[in-house]
C-alpha cells in the first residue's frame, strides 16, 4: 500500500537566520520518506499577516496541482520530532497538529504557554492540558507552524477566502463550519525559537 504523499512546507524569512541550522538540521532528521520539503522566502515585509497568508496559499495552491495527500505546515522556527509526520498521519484526522510554546514577553521572562486555545478551558487548564503526556485533544484551533492538513480540507478552504489579516484563526473558524474537528496531539512536542535569545519548549512550561 502507498504511503500518503506529503507537502512539507515552511514559509521562510530571513529574520530567521539566527536558527536557520536548527530549521535544515530539523527536516534533514524527518523519518517519513513520501515527501517533499520546500522552504519559500516570504516576499512581503516580515510580520505582515496578510504576507503569512499569501505563503500558506501558494503552498496550499501547491499542494492540490502536485497531487499532495496533506499538507504540513511547519515554522521555520519550529523544531518537531523527527517522526512527526508519522504519528500525526496515525491519528487519520483532517487537522491534526503537535504542540509548540510561545513566550508573549521573553524579556521579563514570562511563563511560556502553548500556542493552541480550547475555549471552554480556562488559560491555566489549557496549559495542564498541553503539557499531557500523550493526549489526543479536540481543539478550537492551533497556530499553523506544525499542522497537518488533508487534501479535502485544502480543496474547500482558501486562506485568501477572508478578509481578516490573520492565518490561523480564520482557518479553523471555517473548517469547523464545514463540519471538522482539530486536534492536536500532546506526545509531539516542539522546540520554538521564538527569538535569538532563547526558546519555548515542554520541559521548560513544566519548570515555570
Not at 38 to 50: C, F, M, Q, V
Not at 67 to 85: A, E
Amino acid at each position: 500500500m502507498n504511503k500518503p504523499k506529503i507537502l512539507v512546507a515552511i514559509p521562510y524569512h530571513s529574520t530567521k537566520n539566527y536558527c536557520l541550522e536548527q530549521t535544515f538540521k530539523a527536516l534533514n532528521g524527518l523519518t517519513y520518506l513520501n515527501k517533499e520539503i520546500i522552504l519559500r522566502a516570504d516576499p512581503l515585509e516580515y510580520g505582515s499577516k496578510n504576507a503569512v497568508k499569501l505563503q500558506r496559499e501558494f503552498f496550499r495552491r501547491l499542494a492540490l496541482d502536485k497531487k499532495f495527500d496533506y499538507l504540513y505546515f511547519l515554522g521555520c522556527d519550529t523544531i518537531p520530532p523527527r517522526g512527526v509526520l508519522e504519528k500525526l498521519l496515525a491519528h487519520d484526522k483532517a487537522i491534526v497538529g503537535g504542540v509548540y510554546w510561545g513566550r508573549h514577553n521573553a524579556e521579563n521572562g514570562s511563563p511560556d504557554s502553548a500556542v493552541a486555545w480550547i475555549h471552554s478551558l480556562s488559560q491555566k487548564e489549557q496549559s495542564e492540558a498541553f503539557l499531557a503526556e500523550n493526549e489526543l485533544l479536540e481543539v478550537d484551533g492551533m497556530g499553523m507552524d506544525c499542522v497537518l492538513i488533508r487534501r479535502d480540507v485544502l480543496e474547500k478552504i482558501s486562506f485568501i477566502s477572508w478578509e481578516q489579516n490573520d492565518d490561523d484563526y480564520p482557518f479553523y473558524d471555517k473548517a469547523k463550519e464545514l463540519g471538522y474537528k482539530v486536534f492536536i496531539d500532546t506526545g509531539i512536542q516542539c522546540k520554538h525559537y521564538f527569538s535569538p535569545i532563547g526558546y519555548a519548549y515542554r520541559a521548560k512550561a513544566l519548570a515555570d
